[in-house]
């Protein structure tokens, strides 16, 4: 017999296996005719994966291709692409560089022309053109800020787009009367076209009165300059943009639903929709795992709850970490001595936070093990450290980079 982590990890590679973006994308080019020049911009942490299925179905077709990801995310080079790697969560230079090469691939295309706009989350960070009067450190200053306050992607995409020169719909203004084609993966709840990846060719939906009312919801700082700039507001109509959307949190859910079943658990979606605080999910599912071994529900054992989204984090200690890490090692505190009982919290992406983990995964001994080499994992979570707290547990889940970037997945599993 398997044991819960075997299962536990067979739950994860399966799902994250029914995400990945070269079906969808090849199914998204079915049967399309692109005429003239054939440009194809690649963003976001699944840019490769999306690029290599674009280059295998078009082929000669394309006149030029650009993949722009995040550092260790290109898995070698692709004909005809050239492949520039970039800071994520927060921007570097190579955001910058990347988005300029991008630019001058697409501003001179004529009408005729075609770019294929490839996006998937992380797009944010990778791709960066600041609008005039605003440098690169004011753009990384915010990020980080935003990152930490506990602000949801929306929010944070929000006062992105409006300090950007390529975000909120402009970069479909850099390609003038080309028609663009673009192809989304979704890693926000709900899809919003505007908010993946700061939706580069979508209109905004966001207005400059709201990027200002979450400057001052979460007190954070800006210059005069960004004041200014957050006040001018983003394209509201693009009319040279058609946009397939494939890829969710959903599916991602579905599939873990699948292969739990397979496994012979009754598996339940609790929800593909979470936002709150990583921590509070985990106190929340440790309570539901406690709740099912007391017997007292109708539940029968052994069950898979499964939830997908994507928690925050308000960061106040000095730790290293990400959301899954941080809900696993609370709900390692919230599970401490229960059996048969095993949760994990894992980025379907591969990295969670600035870590390179992708998330944490727990069981009854997991809060004891971290207590045994002498470390208080209350201290560690209250520093948000969680990295350290689960590596010295040895309940780090390490992936490497997926290829894809659909959110989260959160299973709880009963026996
Ligand atoms: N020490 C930490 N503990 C918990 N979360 C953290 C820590 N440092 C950064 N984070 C969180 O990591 C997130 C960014 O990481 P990442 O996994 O790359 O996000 P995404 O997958 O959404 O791109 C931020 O939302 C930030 O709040
Ligand atoms: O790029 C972004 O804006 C976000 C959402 O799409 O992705 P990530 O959270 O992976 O940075």
Not at 145 to 151: R, Y
Not at 164 to 188: E, M, N, P, Q, T
Not at 288 to 293: K, N, Q
């Amino acid at each position: 017999m398997k044991t819960m982590r075997e299962d536990g990890n067979t739950i994860i590679g399966s799902a994250i296996e029914a995400v990945l973006p070269e079906a969808a994308v090849i199914k998204a080019l079915e049967n399309r005719k692109f005429s003239g020049k054939v440009v194809v911009i690649a963003i976001g942490k699944a840019a490769w994966n999306m690029a290599k299925a674009t280059q295998l179905t078009l082929g000669q077709q394309i006149d030029a291709g650009l993949v722009i990801t995040k550092y260790d995310h290109a898995k070698g080079p692709i004909d005809g692409f050239e492949i520039v790697e970039a800071g994520h969560p927060i921007p570097d230079g190579n955001s910058v560089l990347g988005a300029s090469k991008a630019i001058a691939l697409v501003e001179n295309l004529s009408e005729e022309d075609h770019v294929i706009l490839l996006v998937s989350g992380g797009g944010s960070a990778l791709f960066e053109k600041p609008m005039p009067g605003i440098m690169l450190e004011d753009i990384m200053d915010i990020t980080e800020q935003l990152l930490g306050c506990g602000a949801d992607i929306v929010e944070i995409n929000t006062v992105r787009k409006h300090l950007s020169g390529v975000k909120g719909g402009k970069f479909a203004l850099h390609c003038k009367k080309a028609s663009i084609f673009a192809i989304v993966l979704s890693d926000v709840i709900g899809d919003r076209l505007d908010a993946i990846a700061s939706g580069p060719a979508y209109p905004d939906g966001s207005t400059s009165e709201e990027a200002l009312k979450i400057i001052n919801k979460y007190d954070l700082t800006v210059t005069d300059e960004m004041l200014e700039v957050l006040s001018i507001e983003t394209p509201k109509e693009i009319t040279n943009c058609e946009t397939v959307i494939t890829g969710s949190v959903s599916a991602l859910c579905d599939a873990a639903s699948e292969s739990a079943k397979a496994l012979g658990y009754q598996p339940i979606i609790l929800s593909s929709t979470l936002d709150c605080e990583a921590k509070e999910a985990g106190k929340f599912l440790s309570a539901i795992a406690r709740e099912i071994h007391s017997h007292k529900t109708h539940l029968k054992k052994p069950i898979a709850m499964i939830v997908g989204g994507e928690t925050v984090v308000r960061i106040i200690g000095k730790g290293m970490g990400g959301r899954n890490q941080e809900l696993a090692l609370s709900a390692a505190l919230g599970i401490e001595g229960l059996e048969g009982t095993l949760i994990f919290s894992v980025g379907s992406d591969g990295t969670d936070g600035p870590t390179d983990a992708a998330g944490g995964m727990l069981d009854g001994t997991t809060a004891m093990k971290i207590r045994a080499t002498g470390m208080e994992p209350e201290v560690y979570l209250d520093n948000n450290d969680s990295y350290h707290a689960l590596q010295a547990s040895g309940d780090l889940i390490m992936t490497g980079s997926t290829g894809t970037n659909v959110n989260d997945l959160i299973v709880l599993l009963c026996k």
